[in-house]
């Protein structure tokens, strides 16, 4: 039962402009979201997060919006730089648990 | 440099056999997590200890077992070896109950294990 999904293993974004991965989850219990970065032959690198609380959470380039509804988030990347070319997961954590469940990732490549 | 460090980085063996993978996690993290990444999946979670007890159990076979020693460090043993558990292995760790924590987690860069 996949709990944190991304349904986009991929993604290409032109240079400079807005990269937006998307991130779905099922677990109404879920109550902070993280994304986290990974380059090749490298451990996950946290990016951004948000609490449950909030619905947007901005840092930099890099904007995390949070819709509970639909429980869905996204991560925005304002302009995308070609450093940003790696595979992005989506982790949540809740229900009283320290451990982060993590979708399967999207690799985005930045086009020079 | 996230501050946890992983060995080895690389492991090839053959089925049937057992590995050991070690992990020492940030200074002064006292929670260590597993996660397991095959092929094209996400981070699968194995288990995590706290100051040395088991405090969660994720999707982890009996053939898999785990321990974290006094001095914190963690070590994920792997036996009976099957191609399938041809893998990434992540350890983690987290400053869980200190001040300040932000709910993440810090990454060791992985072993990968190689079953022929």
């Known amino acids: 039962d996949q709990q944190v999904k991304q349904n986009s293993p991929s993604l290409s974004v032109q240079e400079g402009r807005i990269s937006i991965l998307n991130c779905d989850y099922t677990?109404?219990?879920?109550?902070?979201f993280l994304w986290y970065k990974k380059y090749p032959a490298e451990g996950p690198t946290f990016l951004i997060s948000?609490?449950?609380?909030?619905d947007k959470n901005e840092d930099g380039r890099f904007t995390v919006f949070l819709n509970k509804s639909a429980k869905h988030l996204s991560l925005h990347i304002v302009p995308s730089q070609p450093g940003d070319s790696a595979v992005y997961f989506c982790?949540?954590?809740?229900?009283?648990?320290?451990?982060?469940?993590f979708g399967t990732g999207t690799r985005l490549t930045i086009i020079p | 440099d996230s501050g946890v460090t992983q060995t080895p980085k690389h492991l090839i063996t053959a089925t049937g056999q057992r590995v050991t993978l070690r992990c020492s996690p940030r200074?002064?993290?006292?929670?260590v997590y597993w996660y397991q990444q095959s092929l094209d999946q996400g981070l699968q979670f194995l288990i995590q200890?706290?100051?040395?007890?088991?405090?969660a159990k994720g999707n982890i076979l009996e053939r898999f077992s785990a321990q974290q020693f006094p001095d914190l460090h963690s070590e994920l043993n792997l036996s009976s070896l099957e191609l399938g558990d041809s893998a990434l292995y992540f350890c983690?760790?987290?400053?869980?109950?200190?001040?300040?924590?932000?709910?993440?987690?810090?990454f060791g860069e992985g072993s990968r294990l190689t079953v022929l």
């Open positions: 200074s002064g993290d006292l929670s």
């Open positions: 983690a760790s987290s400053p869980l109950g200190r001040q300040g924590n932000t709910g993440e987690l810090f």
């Open positions: 200890y706290y100051n040395g007890e088991e405090r």
């Open positions: 677990n109404s219990m879920f109550d902070y």
């Open positions: 948000i609490s449950s609380i909030k």
């Open positions: 982790a949540a954590s809740g229900s009283g648990n320290e451990k982060l469940t």
